[in-house]
């Protein structure tokens, strides 16, 4: 299984905690079991595999995460919707937005870009063209705004002091 596949497995789930009563460990107790995926595989091939330990953490720190953080994503999709009520939204396009604004805030590890990209490619799969765009321009003005990517570190020259020495 690729994180691509965790990451939009991650997103059904966040998606059905909007429907459902129980906590993100409940459900997710519930829905990443063999069994599960076994149902699940008989109509979407992306259940086909099920995650090793590392995409499992991986699912669940994302799943744990957006649900901690719920209505702080969703006063940041609210502030960068311009034009658009947060309830005119679908809430596909919703759990895909909290998903990669989680990874943008939260899991330095991922890129900026690749987590906008990833949920991009999500979207194209559940949402029409121009509700693709409005969250490709929402997650763009988002991360432009709220944080940049570390940039790469330069080279060192071995002739000049760097920070912190003398």
């Known amino acids: 299984m690729t994180r691509s596949s965790a990451r939009e497995i991650a997103v059904h789930i966040i ?4 429907f459902d009563s129980r906590s993100a460990q409940e459900v997710l107790d519930a829905e990443l079991t063999q069994e599960r995926f076994r149902e699940l595989a008989e ?4 259940y086909a595999q ?15 995460g957006v649900f901690a953080h719920g209505p702080e994503l969703d006063d940041c999709i609210g502030r960068y919707s311009v034009g658009w009520a947060f309830a005119r939204i679908p809430r596909m396009a919703a759990a895909i937005m909290r998903t990669a604004m989680y990874e ?8 900026n870009a690749a987590a906008i990209n990833a949920a991009v490619e999500i979207a194209k799969k559940y949402e029409p063209a121009e509700v693709v765009s409005f969250l490709n321009g ?3 003005s988002f991360a432009r705004t709220e944080c940049e990517d570390v940039p790469a570190q330069t080279e060192k020259n071995p002739d000049q002091p760097q920070e912190g020495e003398d």
Do not use: H, S, T
Not at 43 to 46: M, R, S
Not at 104 to 111: A, F, Q, R, S
């Open 43 to 46: 109509e979407l091939p992306l």
């Open 104 to 111: 943008v805030l939260y899991m330095p590890d991922i890129p």
């Open 15 to 18: 998606f059905a905690l909007g």
């Open 138 to 140: 929402i997650l763009g």
């Open 50 to 64: 099920f995650p090793n330990k590392k995409q499992e953490k991986y699912i669940r720190d994302l799943v744990q």
